[in-house]
């Protein structure tokens, strides 16, 4: 959002999960919240069926007069920041991923993983960037840039973007796009529920079911979901990051990706399925999706809680789950049972989730909060 852009900006668009149908954005001078515009043939737009209009401008006329219900009044329209295409970031030396190291500047460290360091840094001087580094002789280049060869062929807006690769040289760099706000797992432990509540909570699980709805379209496997793998950007926008595990889905191999014995895994977040036979699958991700609502609603804390890894996997095996969390409402708790069925097959889709989450309804007196957080 453009730093020109006050309380009331508001846009109105097509909706990201139901084509044909429209939303409305608005800035609340904090967050941008969104609503579903409904439409029925011959009556005209509302988002209450106390107020119908004939057109959007009468509409946007009504609520530009009186919030009624919305979160504050329509002022201006938003106005848009022209985002440069990330293909602009490379240009053709080696191959059109590859840039000379020399146009990056390495800014500020903002974390590390099994890997290597992540760092903030500048593009030609311009563009802000993640660039993520290898630890020289910590693993096989091959494998970290095979993380930079699945993500380039994913493009999706709950997804994080890579840019481009330097490999000519240690320490091999991946640039992608830079998030704001780091990993989410981080997010929602400082946080702790002072600014951050259910409908946030809702949205977030809603973008992120959005993301890996993309992936399981394109027969991606992640294999490690979690909320330390998820992204905050500003203004509340939620990106699924490290695809380093990920491999394309083996439709000839019945639809299971066999992973090698010795892999690591985060146990905690895996399917038993995946942790007994080593069979991952988008199932066995929407497995790890349950897991992250479990994060998300409790903010972070680490689930089985107390038990090890092997203590949870026996548990499992006996039909045990993580119980209901105190703040999190039995229809959550509901989909997150459904993430845990035992048969992979029984499992929802991403693709459900992600319209379950984004027409969750807060169970709210008000109208507007029903329709409210929908992409
Ligand atoms: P693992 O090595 O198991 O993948 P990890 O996901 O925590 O662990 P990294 O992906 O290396 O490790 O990221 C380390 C930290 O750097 C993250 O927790 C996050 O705070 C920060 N980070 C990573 N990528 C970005 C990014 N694109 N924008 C902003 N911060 C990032």
């Known amino acids: 959002m453009c730093p020109e852009n006050q309380e009331g900006a508001f846009l109105i668009r097509e909706s990201e999960s139901k084509k044909g149908q429209l939303s409305l954005s608005v800035f609340d001078g904090a967050v941008v919240k969104h609503y579903r515009i409904?439409?029925?043939?011959?009556?005209?737009?509302?988002?209450?069926?106390?107020?119908?209009?004939?057109?959007?401008?009468?509409?946007?006329?009504?609520?530009?007069?009186?919030?009624?219900?919305?979160?504050?009044?329509l002022r201006k329209p938003c106005i848009k920041k022209k985002v440069p295409a990330p293909i602009d970031l490379s240009y053709k030396t080696a191959d059109q991923w590859e840039i000379d190291r020399n146009s990056l500047k390495l800014?500020?460290?903002?974390?590390?993983?099994?890997?290597?360091?992540?760092?903030?840094?500048?593009?030609?001087?311009?563009?802000?960037?993640?660039?993520?580094?290898?630890?020289?002789?910590?693993?096989?280049?091959?494998?970290?840039?095979?993380?930079?060869?699945?993500?380039?062929?994913?493009?999706?807006?709950?997804?994080?973007?890579?840019?481009a690769v330097c490999t000519l040289e240690d320490p091999i760099y991946i640039i992608t796009e830079l998030m704001r706000h780091g990993s989410l797992l981080e997010y929602l432990q400082n946080d702790a529920g002072s600014e951050i509540h259910l409908p946030e909570q809702i949205d977030?699980?809603?973008?992120?079911?959005?993301?890996?709805?993309?992936?399981?379209?394109?027969?991606?496997?992640?294999?490690?979901?979690?909320?330390?793998?998820?992204?905050?950007?500003?203004?509340?926008?939620?990106?699924?990051?490290?695809?380093?595990?990920?491999?394309?889905?083996?439709?000839?191999?019945?639809?299971?990706?066999?992973?090698?014995?010795?892999?690591?895994?985060?146990?905690k977040w895996?399917?038993?399925?995946?942790?007994?036979?080593?069979?991952?699958?988008?199932?066995?991700?929407?497995?790890?999706?349950?897991?992250?609502?479990?994060?998300?609603?409790?903010?972070?804390?680490?689930?089985?809680?107390?038990?090890?890894?092997?203590?949870?996997?026996?548990?499992?095996?006996?039909?045990?789950?993580?119980?209901q969390p105190a703040n999190c409402p039995d229809k959550l708790y509901y989909i997150m049972l459904e993430c845990w069925n035992a048969e992979p097959k029984g499992r929802p889709t991403f693709e459900t989730l992600h319209w379950k989450l984004e027409d969750y309804d807060m169970d709210s007196t008000s109208y507007i909060d029903a329709n409210a957080f929908v992409k």
């Open 107 to 163: 800014l500020k460290k903002l974390g590390y993983g099994q890997f290597g360091e992540v760092w903030e840094g500048l593009w030609n001087n311009t563009t802000p960037v993640a660039i993520k580094t290898l630890k020289p002789g910590s693993m096989d280049p091959k494998d970290f840039l095979r993380e930079a060869q699945i993500m380039k062929n994913l493009r999706h807006p709950k997804l994080i973007q890579l840019y």
């Open 204 to 267: 977030m699980a809603a973008q992120v079911a959005s993301g890996m709805a993309y992936l399981e379209s394109q027969n991606y496997i992640h294999r490690d979901l979690a909320a330390r793998n998820v992204l905050v950007g500003e203004h509340n926008v939620y990106k699924v990051a490290d695809f380093g595990l990920a491999r394309v889905f083996k439709v000839e191999n019945e639809n299971v990706y066999e992973a090698k014995h010795e892999t690591k895994l985060p146990v």
């Open 270 to 323: 895996t399917a038993p399925e995946a942790i007994r036979s080593n069979k991952f699958s988008i199932k066995s991700d929407v497995w790890s999706f349950g897991i992250l609502l479990f994060e998300i609603i409790t903010y972070g804390k680490m689930p089985y809680s107390g038990m090890m890894g092997y203590q949870v996997i026996q548990k499992l095996d006996k039909g045990y789950r993580i119980p």
């Open 38 to 73: 409904r439409q029925e043939a011959g009556e005209g737009f509302f988002l209450s069926k106390k107020n119908i209009f004939k057109t959007l401008n009468a509409f946007v006329d009504h609520y530009t007069n009186n919030s009624d219900g919305l979160c504050v009044k």
